[in-house]
């Protein structure tokens, strides 16, 4: 059962990242570049193209190695490496074996790439999601994110317009509403992080754009890839009345519980969270928050290989293609496609921004001040304001997520 489900999910991510992803070559390299032969690439990950987060990273690196014209024996693979010292040992084997850009992909790996990185000045060594490359001090010690968190919001308008449409058709019974009148939304997340919270905060806030009356439930697995937890997560804010189930975990276990669910009569929808969901939940999926991961790759990759310095924090969104959302499901509502289009060119205009302070509360007060540098510089949460112009300024000032408040409206089970 279990080779079943890998190599069903398999099958999920290859046609969902196909219909997601964008042409990278101009976003840091060419395809009619000509890669310096001994340039060699390590890639460290915590899982493998049978988990949806390592494949798109995989599936990133691989259109950015075409893009640049690196040869497949010029990268070198390490798959489901643990968060422990066995990632600093696979980072030195890969400067051992002579790579100048070794890339690692799970926030947990970060402490053991820095160290790697303090000991080998002439190799550039990226932790994908970190967030102490800023502080390090190191030259060649690097971060990355995607700027998720707009792709969020814009599932969460899909997720928005469902609850409306369901509304509307009289579809939701009374279990579906909490005492003062919101409908129930449940999020299936991996961890308590900041990562985390931003993402799910996001997605809230933007349902409450096309549908204000809500209320949200969080439980946590603990795990960012399980799939057993994952669906018992999904059945368990099911069972509360939740409409609508979004996720930050990495397998499909949320939306098949979903698509289970519905068909047993229950009204329950699935936004997921790095592949398309359609193929495991094809009633339930609405969409799911996606990334490009070839943008940044594409850049880095190009920017390392011509003996340049990769930025220590880099974060761009749907500006560079680096997010977007899976195409959408036959369930979602009427109007959904524009009213997408609309927020994403609203997005890039500037003209929308996803912590927008008019647009939430925090113990029922407005939020006019988040601080996160000191006057050094140094990057913490309690100093200097990130809150401008009306808006809380996530991966700005470094490239990891920030945003750690819990909004009203949400309510954290676990």
């Not at 001994?38 to 493998?48: E, M, Y």
Request: charged letters at 20%; one cysteine or more; proline letters at 2%.
């Amino acid at each position: 059962m279990k080779k079943i489900i890998a190599l069903l999910l398999a099958a999920v991510m290859v046609m969902s990242l196909a219909a997601c992803s964008k042409d990278s070559s101009n976003n840091g390299g060419s395809s009619n570049d000509s890669a310096k032969s001994d340039f060699k690439i390590g890639v460290v990950l915590v899982g493998d193209e049978n988990e949806g987060y390592t494949y798109a990273h995989i599936d990133g690196i691989k259109k950015a190695m075409k893009a640049n014209g690196i040869a497949d024996d010029q990268v070198i693979w390490y798959y489901s490496v643990p968060e422990n010292e066995e990632c600093y040992d696979k980072c030195i084997q890969c400067v051992s074996q002579g790579c100048k850009l070794v890339i690692t992909n799970s926030y947990g790996h970060q402490s053991h790439a820095q160290l790697a990185a303090s000991e080998n000045p002439d190799v550039q060594f990226v932790a994908m999601t970190g967030d102490t490359a800023y502080k390090s001090g190191l030259k060649n010690f690097k971060n990355a994110f995607n700027q998720t968190y707009q792709s969020r919001y814009i599932s969460g308008i899909v997720a928005g317009l469902k609850i409306k449409e369901l509304v509307e058709a009289g579809k939701l019974t009374d279990k579906n509403y909490d005492a003062n009148g919101n409908v129930k939304v449940g999020y299936v997340g991996a961890f308590p992080y900041a990562e985390v919270i931003s993402g799910f905060t996001g997605f809230f806030l933007g349902i409450k754009s096309v549908y204000p009356n809500v209320v949200m439930d969080v439980t946590y697995t603990n795990s960012w890839f399980d799939i057993s937890a994952e669906g018992q997560a999904a059945d368990m804010l099911t069972s509360r009345g939740c409409v609508i189930i979004g996720q930050h975990a990495d397998s499909t276990g949320a939306p098949a519980a979903c698509e289970a669910a519905l068909k047993a009569g229950t009204v329950v929808y699935s936004v997921g969270y790095n592949i398309d969901m359609l193929s495991v939940a094809p009633t339930a999926a609405l969409t799911s928050a996606s990334n490009d991961w070839s943008v940044y790759y594409t850049y880095a990759i190009k920017t390392a290989m011509n003996g340049g310095q990769i930025k220590t924090d880099w974060s761009e969104g749907y500006d560079t293609g680096a997010v977007c959302i899976t195409p959408l499901g036959a369930s979602c509502a009427a109007g959904t496609k524009e009213a997408v289009e609309k927020a994403e060119a609203d997005i890039k205009a500037g003209t929308l921004h996803v912590f927008d302070i008019n647009n939430f509360t925090v113990e029922g007060q407005k939020v006019t001040s988040a601080l996160c540098f000191d006057s050094d510089g140094d990057f913490v949460y309690d100093q200097q304001q990130a809150i401008k112009d009306g808006y809380y300024h996530e991966s700005e000032f470094i490239s990891a997520p920030s945003f750690n408040m819990i909004v009203d409206g949400i309510n954290i089970l676990n």
